[in-house]
């Protein structure tokens, strides 16, 4: 295939809580463009852990060509844990389709993300989905919507009958309603009917109302009486959605493939093209900010926002061309790895299988294989302009457990497996410990990490045992010390001579490290200082409590001497080390943990017993409120070590109706006979290695 004209380019992303019908939306959605001869197979779920669960774990692609415009569509999980999966949606699309499941409304997760993508000006619209069940409604939600994305949402359709009785759409701009042939996707165009004329004349005044408020001139003529017509509907309607003043809502039910074809012609006629997207900002490499303007005149930009492993033709890596354009044979860098690399293929996703770009342009997805370095998150650009786009921040990385190979032959393979799956999301890392012999995994929460694990075995064939779950805890000191140390080994041969004084002291949470050099005079040596700087961060990686990694201290070196002959980085290295593991013995040192603000979701009925449950779990309740259909939300910061078994306790407590999110808010000293367990199962755990 040629390339395409980035106006016949629409990207979009479907965003919304765990279950709103994503996935079976896309589904419908080939399915009525001719591309799947039925629905609820699941199409951009492919992995077996996703066929398994039921569930999205990674982000699906797909697309269709409809109306002559290459669509393609982004489906993403909705899940806290899985992050780093759908904010890469987000950065691969123009577009945001909020799916609402019609029976719960807004629902967490499509608020958390929803202000990501608001973040990210994205151009976001809203489907009401599974209109087909009982007691499915929009109204009530609209106010939600504005209230979360601070736009107008505008109704652009009705629906024709209601839950099992739903027969179709009314288009409120074209005046016309759709009514289809039972779940075929078939459709007859017919006028509106009689005993809905009033309901569809009283909302289509509303969302004429709504749209020319976002523009002037048309507001005073229709207030002078004057008819407005449905093109200057239409381009008042695309030009508010494009410039992030509006929420178009439309309807439906994926599941009986009703208003699909609807929401399908809104994506060609009302979507966001790649060349009206927003421009990135993104930093040079030689220096100084730059704003990434979409044109296809400019050098190449791409942003890397998934990769997989294929059993078969091994890494395939996701690009959004973000500026220029990229033809096959050609030479790219992929900045982050300072890697030079050559385009092989070009593939964008049809339905279910791959066509073949000879050159792929601004606004394209597409797919590549066997790249030899590169990691989600990356940039690739032209060698000749190379630069970064600029991220939100990841979360960090809170829940680890330890994997064992069953076999030791299978070390390599897990290493290897290990870091395609660390490329693949930065919220994921690994790290193999030689002394130990020990390899931790770290993630969001421990569904990511079972996830991990499970493709570890499935994509590189190995076995492998996971061990309990350890948190990550830090040291850190409360009090200001000054220390000092001299190494010092001068008996025959070429002697070693470093002698540092430093001041260890407590600096803010989440201050991290300072170093400051004083030396005056040069009793230590401009050329030994970075020794000194090194020895005190290798002390910090294993604190003196419990060997976890220290933080927030600033270290001051004041003072020190060294030896003509003897002296040299290592005597330095080793004196500053062992300067820092004294200083910090008798600075008061404390373990931290890490904090989790958290919100829960429960039935009012359970909230009481739900706020108790936290409080014995050291939590502090931040507060609870109302949100309406007899769920409350009781806010609270935990300890995350007092949360690996809430899910179980939360259900029981609910009969399964409550559910909660987390996420990292910081870390915070634990009480003296916490620490002294850490202590003490740490040192356990430490033998056992
Ligand atoms: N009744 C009904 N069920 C639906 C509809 N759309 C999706 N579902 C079902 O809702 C469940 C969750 O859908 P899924 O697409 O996996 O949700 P996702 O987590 O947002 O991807 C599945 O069992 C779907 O078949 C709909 O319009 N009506
Ligand atoms: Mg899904």
Known sequence: MDKINPKDKRNIVLLGHHGCGKTHLIDSILFTSGKLDRTGVFVTDTEEAEKNRKASFSLGITGLSHKGVRINLVDTPGMAEFHAETVNGLYSSENVLTVINAVSGMEIMTERFGNIAKELNKSIM?????????????????????????????????????????????????????????????????????????????????????????????????????????????????????????????????????????????????????????????????????????????????????????????????????????????????????????????????????????????????????????AVGDTITHKDRQLKLKLLDWPEPMLSKSVQPKSKSDIDKISNGLSRLAESDPTFVWEHDAETGETVISGLGSVHLDIMVERLKKLFSVDVEVGKPKIAYRETIRRKVTAEYKHKKQTGGHGQYGHVQIEIEPLERGAGFEFVDKIVGGVIPKNYIPAVEKGIKEAMKKGVLASYPVVDVRVTLVYGSYHDVDSSDMSFQIAASQAFKKGMQEANPVILEPIMDVEIFVPDENAGDVMGEVTSRRGRPMGMESVGKGISKVIAQVPLSEMLDFSSKLSSITSGRGYFTMKFAGYQETPPDIQQKVIVERQRELEEE
């Open 126 to 374: 809203v489907f009401f989905n599974m209109l087909d069940k009982d007691r499915a409604g929009y109204k009530a939600t609209l106010d939600e919507i504005r209230e979360t994305f601070e736009r107008t949402p505008v109704l652009l359709q009705l629906p024709i009958g209601s839950a099992s009785e739903l027969k179709g759409i009314v288009d409120l701009v074209e005046n016309k309603a759709y009514i289809y042939e039972g779940e075929t996707g078939k459709f007859n165009v017919e006028d509106v009917p009689a005993d809905l004329q009033n309901a569809v004349e009283e909302a289509r005044t509303k969302m004429i109302e709504d749209v020319i408020e976002t523009d002037e001139a048309l507001m005073e003529k229709y207030f002078e009486g004057e008819e407005i017509t449905t093109d200057e509907l239409k381009e008042t309607l695309r030009k508010a959605y494009v410039e992030n003043q509006i929420i178009p809502v439309l309807l439906g039910s994926a599941m009986k493939n009703i208003g699909i074809n609807l929401l399908l012609d809104t994506f060609v006629s009302l979507g966001k093209t790649p060349e009206e997207a927003a421009p990135w900002s993104a930093e040079l490499v030689n220096g100084g900010e730059i704003l990434v303007e979409p044109l296809e005149s400019e050098p190449l930009v791409g942003y890397i926002f998934k990769s997989t492993v294929d059993p078969f033709v091994g890494k395939l890596t996701f690009i959004k061309v973000i500026s220029g354009s990229l033809k096959q044979g050609d030479s790219f860098m992929v900045v982050d790895q300072d890697s030079t690399e050559k385009a092989g293929h070009l593939l964008i996703v049809d339905g279910t299988k791959d066509i073949e770009l000879t050159e792929a342009s601004l606004g394209d997805i597409v797919k590549i294989a066997k790249l030899k370095k590169s």
